[in-house]
Each structure stands twice: as structure tokens, then as C-alpha cells.
């Protein structure tokens, strides 16, 4: 059988897209986890992070599922809501400025700004339980610094700076949800760093009993931030939406950086907004890379 696609990408970070608005896809549910392994393989499939899948809602405008490129299902991708509704309005399903996309994460709501697409991420979650994080996983910790005692006693139960043991490193943490999980650790020489040998332990670690995305970041100065990110089943992606938005995030509560900043990723730049609405805003491109059909 073959099916209709469209390969996109935001910021490198690369999605194939199924429309699923009508039952003409002709793929069943259950079927996508080994859709998704073969479609995304980059040297037998299309090639992608990420299997994106397009549906109508009942609750909102449309619905997104999201898997990775090892057939798991995820909750939500900023990047890949912002192709979702680039799809969207390009093939004129919604004359909507605004959309309303349900995700397992929430209704998330892309919006047209200029030549890019902006996306309010949501509120972060700090709560261990609702990460996930098994804090009792973790290293018990040393004694807290003046700063890190001070923030938190404004967001509880904050895991910020919290050591990690990982093979022969260990690694201070700071973990917060964007409707996925994430751990944000502060390295030097971002772009030389062993990303690709410390992600899949730290993904893996027992503290994370559904996995975890990774950023390694470095920060530049008060509005910018360079990083780079293992993503939990696709490994080292270009970009990750909701990790440059859980990087503003965890930069600032540390004390490093604005409520602005540019984030540099391998594949291109976000720019991330933590508003006074405790809302988090992403903006960033998303591209038609070609489409076409092909047999699953």
C-alpha cells in the first residue's frame, strides 16, 4: 500500500508528515510504531527524527500525534507542532491565525508571525512526580548554595543543580517538564562536547522511569544560549522545541541568562520567551522540505 507524505523540518530538526484528516491514509492506528521505525530510518526509509500525524479533533482544531524514530510515542514537539500548522495553512485547512492543536500534552496553540511560527509552549512543571524524576534515583546532594536555597523557596520541590552520577561523570542537572520531560546541564565547549556518549545513559538513568531529553548548553551572555540535545528515542537531533524552551527556562531560574533569548542549535536558531504569564513562547521556522508516496 502506499501513502501520501510530506517531509518537513524546524530548525533541522526533521519530521515526516501523514495526513490522517480523512480515512483515506489507510493505515490503522496500532500500525504507526512500525511505520514510524521504517520511515524515519535514514538509510532504508525517508529519514526523519520524528513521525508527525495529522487528525481531526473533538475538542479542538485539530489533533497531533507524535512518534519517534524508534516507533515510541511522545506527548508533545514544538518543532513539530509548528510543521503541523505550516501543513495546515499552506494547504488551506484553517484560515485560523491562531489553531488549536490537542497533543497528549495539551492544546497547544501555533500562531502566524511573519515568515515564522510562534507557539505558546505552555507553563513549566517543576514537580518531580510529574516530570517524571525518581528523586530517591538520584545522588543525595551536598549542601545548597545561598542562590539555589533562595529559588527554591519560590518554586518547591525544584530540581536544580542536582547531582547525577553517571558512568565516571558527574553531572548537575536541572530538570523541569515543557509537557515532555527535560534535563538541562550547563557544559563547556558545547559544540566539542560528548553528547552523543553521555545522552543515552543520562536518557536512560534510572531517575527518569519514562526516559528523558537531554540539553547540553553553553551559555554566551544574558540573551543567548548555544545547545545541543539528545532527544529520548530519536537520539542527537538539530533542534528540539520543547528543549529550547525548557533551556530558557532552567538558564534563567539559575540566574544566567533573561527572560529572552536566542537559543543556537546545530540545525538554526529559536527564540524563546518565558512571558510574565509564566507562559513559555517559541518562535521559529518551519520548511517544506518535498513530498511524495511511498510504499509501507
Known sequence: MKIEFVKMHGSGN???LIDCLSPGCGIQDAEFESVAKKLCNRRFGIGADQLLL????????FRMRILNAD??????????VRCLAEYIWDRNLS???????????????PEKAGGMVKVDMGEPIFEPEKIPVNIQAMDSGGPESERTSNVKSQIPN???????????????????????????IVADD???????????????????????????IEVLSRKEIRMRVWERGAGETMACGT????????????????????IHLLGGDLFIEWGADNHVYMSGPAVEVFSGAIEV
Not at 495529522?54 to 482544531?61: E, F, G, R
Not at 525548557?246 to 541568562?257: E, N, R
Open 14 to 16: 526533521d519530521f515526516i
Open 71 to 80: 516507533g515510541s510515542e511522545v506527548e508533545m514537539c514544538g518543532n513539530g
Open 158 to 184: 525544584l530540581i536544580m543543580d542536582y547531582p547525577l552520577q553517571v558512568a565516571d561523570k558527574e553531572f548537575q542537572v536541572t530538570c523541569l517538564s515543557m509537557g515532555n520531560p527535560h534535563a538541562v
Open 95 to 109: 484560515d485560523k491565525k491562531v489553531l488549536a492543536v490537542e497533543t497528549p500534552a495539551g492544546i497547544i496553540k
Open 54 to 61: 495529522l487528525y481531526p479533533s473533538n475538542i479542538s482544531d
Open 190 to 216: 558545547v559544540l566539542n562536547y560528548p553528547v552523543t556518549c553521555y545522552g543515552p545513559m543520562i536518557e536512560t538513568h534510572p531517575a527518569f522511569p519514562r526516559r528523558i531529553n537531554v540539553e547540553f
Open 243 to 262: 528543549g529550547a524552551s525548557a533551556v530558557a527556562v532552567a538558564s534563567h531560574i539559575k540566574g544566567l541568562t533573561d527572560r529572552t533569548v536566542t
